[in-house]
């Protein structure tokens, strides 16, 4: 799933990526739905993109808020060590962590492991 395809009531995992131990920490709640992200057409921000268009956004935002944290964090390590998610995109080779869809087998299977 895109983050412009996220709608205002869909769940999400929170996922530590730039730490030591990357792993799930909690879930939260879309608030507000994907919309273009105005920083990219800002030049004065650090993200302005020269090459991203109104009429056709390159980058969009979605609003969160919080759930609730796991009872334990689950690793990156962890998740790759059950044959059941060896499909996920996130354990994938050559993904980029951003925005991801996760199906409902995965989710439940994930949310059994806290």
């Known amino acids: 799933m895109l983050s412009n395809e996220m709608k205002k009531g869909d769940l999400a995992f929170f996922y530590y990526s730039s730490c030591e131990v990357p792993g799930i920490a909690g879930i939260m709640e879309i608030a507000k739905g994907g919309y273009p992200d105005p920083t990219a ?14 009429d056709n956004p390159t980058w969009y935002l979605v609003d969160v808020k919080f759930k609730r944290k796991l009872k334990h964090i689950i690793t990156l390590n962890e998740l790759r060590t059950h044959k059941q998610l060896q499909n996920m995109k996130l354990l994938q080779r050559g993904n980029r962590l951003s ?16």
Do not use: G
């Open 41 to 54: 057409f800002d030049r004065n921000h650090k993200h302005y993109n020269p090459k991203s268009d109104p």
């Open 99 to 114: 925005v991801m869809p996760v199906t409902k087998k995965e989710w439940d299977y994930i949310l059994q492991l806290e």
